[in-house]
């Protein structure tokens, strides 16, 4: 999205094709003669009709006198007007008027913002599945696509704990969609044995699934003994020797502390999962050795073959999960305070994403979608593995990470505020170019713009796309000084 598309900056930059260049100095000759004119010419103006007065006033004026009088204040008069004419025509002749700022937009004219924000809701309300299950009542929520294609659409709870952060995000505009509908869905599709999942993951409630549910039920305003219970269990299960898996994932960690932050804010697991994101930080010598993050908070070792032995991959650097670490450790931050090694890891995160080296930051490699597997063996069988696949809408993250109040604090200090709003320009414009109809789409090639029919529409996407696009217009707000609100 560039600067004029966002409406901050001029359209045509200073000296741009077409403008007109500068005045040469000492202007053209007609300036020049103009100049020589308004200096001399109108002394010798009021001088010739001083003298063609004295000359031709007849004698019967009251004498000498009365003539010198009449013939001077007269050619005054004339001298004086010469050199106004003078000057007119030389400020004229100088060069073009400066164009007059561009009045502000009409209050009456909305951006294109609201449009895709009505339209977002529009589709949530023609699309919300409502089922009356036997066991688990009626649901009304969403489920993991809004173009369901693989059956009959039924709510899930992740994608309804999405949706409800959605109505939260736009407001409830009418009654066509309830929070109270939504809450009661989420409460519903709990497991058994307490928590959520994710579709794919069975009957085992995942911790990352769990802290989301939570989060988007706490922001809704669930009870918080109700909220209590639920904490307590996922604290529990996610521990390294329960979820060694998930506790070396940075998605998996960063998703269950911004989970958390919002339902149990004094959780004691949030130092501690706090505490295994800053340890998972490493240098980046592309990117003047800046701490950054990988999909893997560890370098865990992997077999490269059966018959070989065991090597360490080393950690690739990654945009979207260093967005997420900044993100996470900044709303920490926030809740409980911070250290000098916790501050230093954020800034480090903050500093190496601004020190992005591509010249177009709205389609750099900083942004590409990202996808994940979040393996870990199956509870009954541990011959096999439980697979829930996690794609990333990397480009909103880059806008959340950069809108951090610890992000622009950081821009400040460094005198990189030129830079910051160039990557946050460039991720936003990313988001706004992905949509349509505020709808966000993911194909099965992880490109982010086709035109394929291997479209598929995660609730996900939408919501991830349309809370950077808030969070960036209000960013972008500007309240115009000249209007008194009465």
């Given at each position: 999205?560039?600067?004029?598309?966002?409406?901050?900056?001029?359209?045509?930059?200073?000296?741009?094709?077409?403008?007109?260049?500068?005045?040469?100095?000492?202007?053209?000759?007609?300036?020049?003669?103009?100049?020589?004119?308004?200096?001399?010419?109108?002394?010798?103006?009021?001088?010739?009709?001083?003298?063609?007065?004295?000359e031709?006033?007849p004698?019967?004026i009251?004498?000498?006198?009365?003539?010198?009088?009449?013939?001077?204040?007269?050619?005054?008069?004339?001298?004086?007007?010469?050199?106004?004419?003078?000057?007119?025509?030389?400020?004229?002749?100088?060069?073009?008027?400066?164009?007059?700022?561009?009045a502000?937009?009409?209050?009456?004219?909305?951006g294109?913002?609201?449009?895709?924000?009505?339209?977002?809701?529009?589709?949530?309300?023609?699309?919300?599945?409502?089922?009356?299950?036997?066991?688990?009542?009626?649901?009304?929520?969403?489920?993991?696509?809004?173009?369901?294609?693989?059956?009959?659409?039924?709510?899930?709870?992740?994608?309804?704990?999405?949706?409800?952060?959605?109505v939260?995000?736009?407001?409830?505009?009418?009654?066509r969609?309830?929070?109270?509908?939504?809450?009661?869905?989420?409460?519903?599709?709990?497991?058994?044995g307490?928590?959520?999942?994710?579709?794919?993951?069975?009957?085992?409630?995942?911790?990352?699934?769990?802290?989301m549910v939570?989060g988007?039920?706490?922001?809704?305003?669930?009870?918080r003994?109700?909220?209590?219970?639920?904490?307590?269990?996922?604290?529990?299960?996610?521990?390294?020797?329960?979820?060694?898996?998930?506790?070396?994932?940075?998605?998996?960690?960063?998703?269950?502390m911004?989970?958390?932050?919002?339902?149990?804010?004094?959780?004691?697991?949030?130092?501690?999962?706090?505490?295994?994101?800053v340890?998972?930080?490493?240098?980046?010598?592309?990117?003047?050795?800046r701490?950054?993050?990988?999909?893997?908070?560890?370098?865990?070792?992997?077999?490269?073959?059966?018959?070989?032995?065991?090597?360490?991959?080393?950690?690739?650097?990654?945009?979207l999960?260093?967005?997420?670490?900044?993100?996470?450790?900044?709303r920490?931050?926030?809740?409980?305070?911070?250290?000098?090694?916790?501050r230093?890891?954020?800034?480090?995160?903050?500093?190496?994403?601004?020190?992005?080296?591509?010249?177009?930051?709205?389609?750099?490699?900083?942004l590409?979608?990202?996808?994940?597997?979040?393996?870990?063996?199956?509870?009954?069988?541990?011959?096999?593995?439980?697979?829930?696949?996690?794609?990333?809408?990397?480009?909103?993250?880059?806008?959340?990470?950069?809108?951090?109040?610890?992000?622009?604090?950081?821009?400040?200090?460094?005198?990189?505020?030129?830079?910051?709003?160039?990557?946050?320009?460039?991720a936003?414009?990313?988001?706004?170019?992905?949509?349509?109809?505020?709808?966000?789409?993911?194909?099965?090639?992880?490109?982010?713009?086709?035109?394929?029919?291997?479209?598929?529409?995660?609730?996900?996407?939408?919501?991830?796309g349309?809370?950077?696009?808030?969070?960036?217009?209000?960013?972008?707000?500007?309240p115009?000084?000249?209007?008194?609100l009465?």
């Amino acid at each position: 999205m560039s600067q004029q598309q966002l409406g901050r900056g001029p359209s045509r930059a200073p000296g741009a094709a077409g403008a007109p260049g500068p005045v040469p100095q000492g202007g053209s000759p007609p300036a020049r003669f103009v100049g020589w004119l308004g200096r001399f010419g109108c002394l010798a103006a009021g001088y010739a009709v001083f003298q063609f007065l004295f000359e031709v006033l007849p004698d019967s004026i009251d004498g000498a006198p009365a003539k010198y009088l009449i013939s001077g204040l007269s050619g005054l008069a004339t001298a004086g007007m010469t050199w106004l004419a003078a000057a007119l025509l030389r400020a004229r002749t100088s060069g073009p008027a400066p164009l007059p700022a561009p009045a502000p937009p009409a209050p009456a004219a909305p951006g294109p913002l609201p449009q895709v924000f009505g339209s977002a809701y529009d589709t949530l309300v023609a699309q919300v599945a409502e089922v009356d299950d036997p066991v688990r009542g009626r649901l009304i929520g969403w489920p993991h696509s809004l173009q369901e294609l693989d059956g009959p659409a039924r709510p899930t709870s992740l994608a309804t704990a999405y949706g409800l952060h959605i109505v939260l995000d736009l407001g409830v505009q009418d009654g066509r969609l309830h929070t109270g509908d939504l809450i009661d869905t989420l409460w519903r599709l709990r497991l058994q044995g307490g928590g959520w999942s994710a579709r794919s993951q069975g009957a085992v409630a995942r911790p990352e699934v769990t802290a989301m549910v939570l989060g988007a039920l706490a922001r809704a305003g669930a009870s918080r003994e109700r909220l209590a219970d639920e904490v307590a269990r996922c604290e529990a299960g996610f521990t390294p020797e329960l979820d060694s898996t998930g506790r070396a994932l940075t998605h998996v960690v960063t998703t269950v502390m911004r989970g958390l932050l919002r339902a149990a804010p004094d959780a004691p697991v949030l130092p501690v999962l706090r505490d295994a994101l800053v340890d998972g930080a490493f240098p980046d010598p592309q990117r003047q050795h800046r701490r950054c993050w990988s999909h893997r908070l560890s370098s865990l070792p992997w077999p490269a073959h059966p018959d070989r032995p065991v090597v360490r991959h080393p950690a690739q650097p990654s945009a979207l999960h260093t967005a997420q670490a900044v993100v996470a450790l900044d709303r920490a931050a926030r809740v409980l305070g911070e250290g000098p090694v916790e501050r230093a890891a954020r800034e480090d995160g903050v500093r190496w994403l601004l020190a992005c080296p591509a010249t177009a930051h709205d389609a750099c490699a900083d942004l590409a979608n990202l996808r994940e597997e979040v393996r870990r063996r199956h509870p009954d069988d541990s011959s096999h593995h439980e697979v829930l696949n996690v794609r990333h809408f990397t480009a909103s993250w880059i806008v959340r990470a950069l809108l951090t109040p610890g992000a622009q604090e950081i821009a400040r200090q460094d005198g990189l505020e030129e830079a910051w709003q160039e990557r946050l320009n460039g991720a936003a414009g990313a988001v706004w170019a992905a949509q349509t109809d505020g709808i966000w789409s993911w194909s099965r090639d992880g490109s982010m713009f086709t035109t394929t029919e291997e479209l598929r529409q995660p609730i996900w996407m939408t919501y991830q796309g349309l809370s950077a696009l808030r969070a960036h217009a209000v960013w972008m707000y500007q309240p115009d000084t000249r209007t008194r609100l009465l």
